[in-house]
């Protein structure tokens, strides 16, 4: 279990802001194309570079360890361009993903099933 998460005790949105703000990245693995955990968007919107599986947003799409980690090490070893990309994304989710556009990608995908 990850420390700062406890099933007991609730977490608020502003608890999850902190402890975004004290990260270098978040790796969030991804299981449907198209719809990504809020975690995903709330920490790109406030500027923390993100890694998944499988994104619109990210570098590329994977399931392999070994991409992530790849991932992460271009992550640290390239900043600036990080800082570019982080910045192009955080537009892209402020314009595009709004509550009624993250509702009915969640929508769409209930529906193929």
Same mark, same amino acid.
Request: net charge negative.
């Given at each position: %279990?990850?420390?700062?998460?406890?099933?007991? +005790?609730?977490?608020?949105? &502003?608890?999850?802001?902190?402890?975004?703000?004290?990260?270098? /990245?978040?790796?969030?693995? %991804?299981? +449907?194309?198209?719809?990504?955990? $809020? +975690?995903?968007?709330?920490? %790109?919107?406030?500027?923390?570079?993100?890694?998944?599986?499988?994104?619109?947003?990210? &570098?590329?799409?994977?399931?392999?360890?070994?991409? &992530? /980690? @790849?991932?992460?090490?271009?992550? $640290?070893?390239?900043?600036?361009? /990080? =800082?570019?990309?982080?910045?192009?994304?955080?537009? $892209? /989710? =402020?314009?595009?993903? +709004?509550?009624?556009?993250? &509702? @009915? =990608?969640?929508? @769409?995908?209930?529906?193929?099933?």
């Amino acid at each position: %279990m990850v420390s700062w998460i406890d099933k007991k +005790t609730p977490q608020g949105r &502003i608890d999850f802001f902190k402890n975004y703000f004290a990260s270098d /990245v978040l790796i969030q693995p %991804m299981v +449907t194309d198209g719809l990504f955990a $809020k +975690t995903v968007i709330d920490a %790109m919107d406030v500027g923390l570079p993100t890694i998944t599986s499988r994104s619109d947003y990210t &570098i590329g799409p994977s399931e392999k360890s070994e991409d &992530i /980690v @790849s991932a992460f090490n271009f992550f $640290k070893d390239n900043p600036a361009s /990080v =800082r570019e990309m982080v910045d192009r994304a955080r537009e $892209k /989710v =402020r314009r595009e993903n +709004t509550w009624d556009s993250y &509702i @009915s =990608r969640l929508e @769409s995908l209930l529906s193929r099933e």
